[in-house]
Every structure is written in C-alpha cells, then in structure tokens.
C-alpha cells in the first residue's frame, strides 16, 4: 500500500539526508546500529537491529539496508532491506521506494514497496501490518522534521546535487499509482543543537506489504499441511 507525509521542510535539505548515513540513521525509527552508519557502494550503508511493532507483537530483526538513487525516477531511493529474526533465524527482506515531491517549503514523501517474510512476521493479520507499515512512515517523517528543523529557513549549498531521471536501465520501476493515505506532519519548533554523542534508537522504514500477506498465507497453509500429515502419520 502506497502511502504519503508531507513534512514541512524544503525539498533539497530532505533529498541530502537521505545521503547522509549518520544523519539518515538517526531518522529511522526502532534502529540500533552495529556498525557505524556509512557510504557504500551505491549510497548509504546501515546495519544494525530494528524493533518492529505491530499490534500486541514486537519483533526484533538484524540485518542491513541500503539506500540508492532510483535509476527511473527523479528525486526517489530505493531501501533494499535484509535480515533476520533476531530469535529463530526467519528471514525477512523489504524493498521500498521513497519519491520525494517537492511542494515549495514543504516535501511530500511517497512510500511505496513490498515486504517478504517468515516467521512471526508472516503471521500477523493485513490490518496489524498497515498500522506497523504507516506508523514506520510518520515516526520516520516526525524525526526528519526535528532533524532539520533548525535549518528549515537557512540558505543552504547544493551539496547533494538533484539530477533529473535517466533512460538507462532502471534498478526499480515507478510503482503503479495507487490509493495513498496522506498524513501531514506539523512544523517542529527549532530547538539548541542536540548532544549527538548518543545516537537516539532509530529504525528503518522498513515497512509492510502486500507480499508479507502473501507469503504469510502460503507458510501457514504449508505449516496445516505438515500438522495434518504428522497426525495422519
């Protein structure tokens, strides 16, 4: 499920965190860093432990997620995130695409992606999934916001250049549009610079998909097979 924040922070100051790993790692909710945040291959480089909640379950992951410029789409990364439940070895791997739109002083953020998981994950129902998926999005949002509030009105250099989109091949294709739920994210007050010599618990936005549903039917159905044969047997 697509979904959209506006955050009330110019365009090309969001577009540099999301190239910046310490200052996008402290904007992800639920994250605890194993290694310092840093500059990969293609873009920003995380690897850590995310607590994701949904409903009445907390679930622990470790793994890494990178974040690169999306070949077909102008101002747009795409997350591509891997790991594990933290108890039990279930893997879990997330795929999403940020689009940033720019609204004069204010960004709309478009989140759009797909989750395959097992485990605990995988069982939980659509509606507690979308709660998780949306909530991800704002606490996301939220932290940008305090984030870059003190700079909100500064004049800024262009240190991460906006370059249009390519014709080459792309890494991701634009997701198809969508019904999208809009939450608007109010203006922080700007607040003394922040001790940054503990970094806050932050987590990926990682987010919850149709493919979750998905594979969460086919491994309970598989797992009623095996119940079934073990009593037959």
């Known amino acids: 499920m697509a979904y959209e924040v506006v955050v009330p922070i110019p365009v090309r100051l969001v577009w540099g965190v999301l190239h910046d790993p310490a200052r996008l790692a402290e904007c992800v909710p639920g994250l605890s860093n194993d290694e310092p945040p840093r500059t990969g291959g293609d873009g920003v ?3 850590g432990r ?3 909640r949904a409903g009445g379950t907390t679930v622990t992951y470790r793994g ?5 410029e999306a070949d077909d789409l102008p101002l747009a990364v795409v997350v591509t995130a891997d790991g594990v439940e933290a108890r039990g070895e279930a893997p879990v791997k997330a795929v999403l695409t940020i689009r940033l739109d720019d609204e004069g002083t204010d960004t709309k953020l ?3 992606g797909s989750l395959t998981a097992q485990g605990r994950t995988a069982d939980l129902p659509a509606e507690q999934l979308a709660a998780a998926w949306h909530r991800l ?3 996301f949002a939220s932290a940008l916001t305090e984030e870059l509030a003190p700079v909100r009105d500064q004049e800024v250099p262009d240190v991460v250049p906006v370059r249009p989109a390519t ?3 792309p890494r991701v294709s634009a997701p198809e549009p969508r019904p999208r739920a809009v939450v ?3 203006a922080a007050e700007p607040e003394p610079a922040r001790d940054r010599g503990v970094l806050r618990r932050l987590g990926p936005p990682a987010a919850m998909l149709v493919g979750a549903l998905l594979t969460g039917r086919a491994l309970r159905s598989r797992r009623r097979r095996k119940r079934a044969e073990k009593k037959d047997s």
């Open 45 to 47: 480089l995380l690897t």
């Open 50 to 52: 995310l607590r994701l």
């Open 64 to 68: 890494t997620a990178s974040v690169a």
């Open 110 to 112: 478009v989140f759009d």
């Open 137 to 139: 999005a704002e606490r």
């Open 167 to 169: 014709t080459s091949t």
């Open 184 to 186: 608007v994210v109010p």
